[in-house]
Structures are given as C-alpha cells and as structure tokens.
C-alpha cells in the first residue's frame, strides 16, 4: 500500500503472495468524502474472476479507514468488461459520451461505519 493525503494504492496479491492487480482511490477534489477508483488486473489473471474480488476488497478497506460517501469509475466506453465489473458491483450510470461512461456507487452512513 502506498499512500499521500489524496490517494491511495493498494497492490492484491493471490494466495501465494503474487501481486496480481493494483486498485488506486484518488480523492475528489470538490467532494472529501469522494473517491475515483482505478483497478488494473496483471494479463495473466484476467478473465479468472479476480475483478470483483479484488473491488469488493478494495472498497472495503477503503471505507475500513476513510469517510466514504461516494466512489467514482471513469471507464471507457469500448471496456465492456469493466463495464459490466462496476455495474455488477453495484455502480450506477452516471453520465456517457462516445468515449467515456462515469458510474458511481453510494454509501449510507451506516455503510460507511462498517
């Protein structure tokens, strides 16, 4: 994990310790309590279903040690995997250009206290 006053890194490792996918949150500038989210998969363990585990523990840690209300996904229009990662997760359409889709996933208060 790596971590500044605006970001953090976390790195996923596999049962044996070998990274396998990096998840950064970026706080928002305007929203303190809003959170980007960037998750890269290493190639060789795409399409093994490691994408919702490695968000799900992501988000959770994230709200483990942060005020959380809102996370943010920026996703590439032609990315149907991630696409279909964050609505799966639970992220809601919020605005789509030809390029670019931004989805977003809400805490309530009590969320955010787990």
Request: proline fraction near 4%; charge should be negative.
């Amino acid at each position: 994990m790596l971590t500044d006053d605006t970001s953090w890194l976390l790195v996923a490792e596999d049962a044996v310790q070998t990274p396998i996918a990096t998840l950064r949150f970026d706080r928002l500038d305007d929203l303190p309590d809003s959170f980007e989210v960037s998750i890269t998969l290493a190639p060789s363990v795409r399409g093994e279903g490691w994408s919702p585990i490695v968000l799900a523990s992501g988000e959770d840690w994230l709200r483990a040690h942060e005020p959380v209300a809102t996370i943010v996904a920026a996703v590439r229009a032609s990315n149907a995997a991630s696409l279909h990662l964050f609505i799966s997760a639970g992220y809601s359409l919020d605005s789509q250009t030809a390029d670019l889709v931004t989805l977003s996933k809400r805490f309530t208060q009590s969320q955010a206290e787990q």
